[in-house]
Structures are given as structure tokens and as C-alpha cells.
């Protein structure tokens, strides 16, 4: 594929017998494939879906026939109930299906537990939809994977030269010398209930901090998912009927809106941290009241996105949810054909601004 990949992007005579257009288009429901009669992540309720990860903002209830792996099919289950479809199937990373006149094969994107790229190919032409990815090490996702094609489609989340993420391992050791300086204090940690806060537990692991760690009862059940399925997290508990005093050199985790509000009365003289790849932007810690922001993010930094642009060897790149604007300049002037695809409704789950839907389980 690769060296076919790159035939194509030397030869200026080279024309596809099918315009990537025709194969995947965006329409109101999400990015529809015509020829192979599904949507990928589609917002709306569509007859067949093919899903990247559990996001709530990518993976909904109420379609007909779903297509993902399956742990995105038992995050799905989890939350919305065995009836979130009408029928279900499961697909493993580099596994080929064939839909109508497309092959989809998935691959892992390295964002949560079970989350996948999904490789269209329609005659010799290859699109992949990456969802939301990280090139970023993470113990508790299958790594990124680069898939060399002809058409990339990428989030923007963090589209801007001034993200740069960082090394997720310091911030933890931020938070752990805090710990360290305020043991009559509780630390709550604000993170995302599926996928950051596995992470943020499975880094502090890796890190040696080896007491329990306290879990908002919005977060127990993806987390014992995660356990169920071999990833290591040690001891954790459910805050909920802990005594205050007993909270003191602890750690909890919690969704973002839940560090904000009355909940935190049960915590001793709590220290607010959050773990989000916005917290490299002070003035958005400052308006949350988080006293000790933590730069960790599930999504791919400024680096991450050009570098898999690069490694892909795709000649087009069109960009969605989030910065589309730096990035479609950025490859413009690499003589790579880019546009914003204009999607709407991503980016409301993890690190998107309104987290509301996970955050109204709380
Ligand atoms: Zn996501």
C-alpha cells in the first residue's frame, strides 16, 4: 500500500477511477459512504454505523446495525443499555469486512480502550478516518498505529502550534509531590470517566504510588470494564461513604463538573486538580477554580497531528472537529491538497468545552 501510496503522490498524471469524495461525503448524520451504505459516527440515528470509540459524542444509541470492536460495543452496552441497537457486530484491529462495494478494516488509534481508525477502500483508493487519536504512550489503549492511504481525515482538537503536550508521566509527578506537601489534604483529580481516568490511575501506578485510589461513583463501572479486560489499575475504591477525615493524603477521581460543586464538601480542604490537554492554557485553569492543572491528553498535540500527516504519505488531509484552520494551512503549504470538513456535534465528550453528557451521570 505504501509504495502504491507514494506512486500516486509522484506521479502528477495519476487519476483515481473514483474521487474520495464519492467514496465518504459529509452530510448532517456524519461522514456517509455512499458506496458501502453506513455512517462513521454518525450524531443521528442511521439504518448501519460504524463506530471509532465509546465517546458519547461519536458512539450514540438508537441506530439499526453497529459495527465496531468490542470494546466500543461494551462501552456502548454499558451506557445506554443492551437495546442501544438493533443488532451489533464486533471487529478486530487489522480484521477486513466488506460493505456494499468498500472494504473497512480497523486499526488502533491509541485515544481509549478499544478506539480505531477505520480504513475505507473503494478500488485503489484508501481513506482512513482516524476518530480521535494519540501518537502519545498509554498504558491502557492498543498503540496508535500509522496507516499509510490516500485521503486522511483528522480531528483538530489540538490544532494549534501552542499545544504541545508534554510528557504525561511529569504532570503525574505533579501531582503526586503535591500529595507529598499537603498529606492533611484531599487531592481530587477532574477527569474524564472513560479513558483519562483510567489513564491518570494506570500513570500513577507506573509512577510506584501504590495506596488506593477513590473513584466518583460516575466512574466506577467503565472502570471495572477496564480491569475486566487486563488492564492493571491496583486497589480502587468507591469514595462514596468514606468519613472526611479519612479523605486526608488521598487521591480521587472524578468527572470535571463534579470538582466544581457541593460534592467537594465531603473532601478535607481538597487541592482541585485537572487533567486535560486544555490546561496548558492558563486562563482556562483559572475559570475552573483548578489549583493544580495537569497537561494530559488523549488527543494528538500540534506535533502528533503534522508528524502522522506526514507518516501517513496521504496526498489529501481533510480536517474536522476542532482547529481546522492552522492545520489545513500547514498542509496547504506542504502542497498537500486540505480542507475543514464542517462536521458538527464532535468534541462534546472528552476534551471538547461542554462535557455535559457524561458529566449528567454524576
Ligand atoms: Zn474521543
Given at each position: ?32 459512504c455512499?458506496?458501502g451504505?453506513f455512517h462513521i459516527d ?6 448501519r454505523a460504524v463506530i471509532t ?13 453497529v459495527l465496531a ?30 460493505l456494499?462495494?468498500?472494504?473497512v ?13 477505520i ?244
Amino acid at each position: 500500500m505504501s509504495m502504491l501510496v507514494s506512486k500516486k503522490r509522484l506521479d502528477p498524471a495519476y487519476i483515481p477511477d473514483m474521487r474520495p469524495q464519492d467514496i465518504l461525503m459529509p452530510v448532517a448524520a456524519g461522514l456517509c459512504c455512499k458506496p458501502g451504505g453506513f455512517h462513521i459516527d454518525p450524531v443521528r440515528p442511521v439504518e448501519r454505523a460504524v463506530i471509532t470509540h465509546g465517546h458519547s459524542d461519536h458512539a450514540k444509541p438508537g441506530h439499526g446495525a453497529v459495527l465496531a470492536t468490542q470494546e466500543t460495543l461494551d462501552m456502548m452496552r454499558l451506557r445506554y443499555g443492551d437495546n442501544f441497537a438493533r443488532s451489533t457486530q464486533a471487529i478486530a484491529y487489522g480484521e477486513g469486512i466488506r460493505l456494499g462495494d468498500v472494504t473497512v478494516k480497523f486499526h488502533p488509534a491509541g485515544h481509549v480502550l478499544g478506539s480505531a481508525q477505520i480504513a475505507v477502500s473503494c478500488k485503489d483508493t484508501c481513506i482512513v478516518a482516524s476518530g480521535d487519536y494519540k501518537d502519545a504512550p498509554d498504558p491502557t489503549c492498543t498503540p496508535f498505529e500509522v496507516v499509510p492511504c490516500d485521503v486522511f481525515i483528522t480531528e483538530a482538537t489540538f490544532g494549534l502550534p501552542v499545544f504541545r503536550h508534554g510528557d504525561a508521566a511529569d504532570e503525574v509527578n505533579k501531582l503526586l509531590a503535591s500529595v507529598a506537601l499537603f498529606p492533611e489534604r484531599a487531592h481530587l483529580v477532574g477527569a474524564y470517566s472513560l479513558g483519562k481516568a483510567q489513564r491518570v490511575i494506570a500513570l500513577l501506578r507506573a509512577a510506584g504510588y501504590d495506596a488506593p485510589i477513590y473513584l466518583h461513583g460516575a466512574m466506577e463501572k467503565i472502570t471495572q470494564y477496564y480491569q475486566s479486560r487486563g488492564v492493571a489499575l491496583g486497589e480502587l475504591r468507591a469514595v462514596k461513604g468514606v468519613k472526611k477525615a479519612d479523605l486526608a493524603g488521598t487521591i480521587t477521581l472524578a468527572p470535571p463538573s463534579a470538582t466544581s460543586d457541593i460534592w467537594t464538601r465531603r473532601f478535607p480542604d481538597p487541592v482541585t486538580a485537572f487533567a486535560s490537554g486544555w490546561m496548558r492554557v492558563r486562563a482556562r485553569a483559572r475559570q475552573r477554580g483548578v489549583e493544580l492543572p495537569l497537561v494530559i491528553s488523549d488527543h494528538a498535540d500540534w506535533d502528533g497531528l503534522t508528524a502522522t500527516i506526514d507518516a501517513t504519505g496521504a496526498g489529501e488531509i481533510w480536517v474536522t472537529h476542532g482547529q481546522e484552520d492552522a492545520l489545513v494551512h500547514w498542509c496547504t503549504a506542504k502542497g498537500l491538497a486540505a480542507r475543514p470538513l464542517d462536521l458538527v456535534g464532535y468534541g462534546d465528550e472528552d476534551e471538547g468545552d461542554a462535557p455535559a453528557a457524561e458529566d449528567a451521570e454524576a
